[in-house]
């Protein structure tokens, strides 16, 4: 079964400075992972995505995530937070098979950011 | 291309009603799915609807229940409301091609129980 885990439940960091989500996933096979953010009362956005291509994916807003097999990582970073970035991110796992009541994605309890001035 | 569109965005019912929720999908896209996402649970899956077909269910009780048109619109019903069921529901549309699909998700529609 896949399943994914964010290791911080909430990050704060200093506008300017560098930010990094971690995630960890499991999955029986090579996966399709996801990171979306969601702004306060608004839906999921789709930062960037990983289906066994490059490993160092380039997503949307200066975010990029690197998938590391050994370590069965997926962590999100961006060099520099813009206050803009405040706001809750989620690694995302595909369920990897139609059938089942696991679904078509497997979300982490997500990570909330905030970015001081 | 216009995004996933969801109406109502607020809702607001009380015990024992019922309730439904509409989807758009981006244009093209077959797939359909919904996810209810609360504090306490986080984002959960309910269903996924692919050629009027429900496709896939997630581990909700019979009250909850979708169904797909001809155009990949789609309706979410929840009868005899409870509490709990207050959430932000959350609609995304896909290809529907296989695993490594991308959805894209709609603003929800915020369903409160009173």
């Known amino acids: 079964a896949q399943s994914v885990t964010q290791l911080d439940s909430h990050v704060s960091v200093s506008e300017g400075t560098p930010v990094l989500l971690r995630c960890n996933y499991s999955?029986?096979?090579?996966?399709?992972l996801f990171w979306y953010v969601q702004h306060p009362n608004k839906g999921l956005q789709l930062l960037l995505k990983?289906?066994?291509?490059?490993?160092l994916v380039k997503g949307i807003n200066g975010f990029e995530a690197e998938f590391k097999k050994s370590e069965t990582s997926f962590h999100l970073t961006k060099p520099s937070a813009h206050m803009s970035d405040a706001a809750e991110y989620f690694c995302v796992v595909s369920a990897g098979n139609y059938g089942g009541s696991q679904g078509n994605l497997i979300f982490g309890k997500g990570t909330k950011l905030s970015v001081k001035p | 291309k216009a995004g996933v569109t969801q109406t109502p965005r607020y809702l607001i019912k009380t015990r024992g009603q019922q309730v439904t929720l509409s989807c758009s999908p981006i244009s093209g896209h077959r797939s359909v799915s919904w996810y209810q996402q609360t504090p306490g649970q986080g984002l959960q899956f309910l269903f996924e609807?692919?050629?009027?077909?429900?496709?896939n269910k997630g581990n909700f009780p019979g009250r909850f229940s979708g169904r797909q048109f001809s155009n990949s619109r789609s309706e979410m019903n929840v009868s005899t409301l409870e509490l709990g069921d207050s959430a932000l529901y959350l609609c995304?549309?896909?290809?529907?091609?296989?695993?490594?699909?991308?959805?894209?998700f709609g603003p929800g529609t915020r369903l409160t129980v009173l």
């Open positions: 995304a549309s896909s290809l529907g091609q296989g695993s490594g699909d991308t959805q894209y």
């Open positions: 609807y692919f050629s009027e077909t429900q496709r």
């Open positions: 990983y289906t066994s291509a490059a490993t």
């Open positions: 999955s029986s096979y090579s996966p399709s």
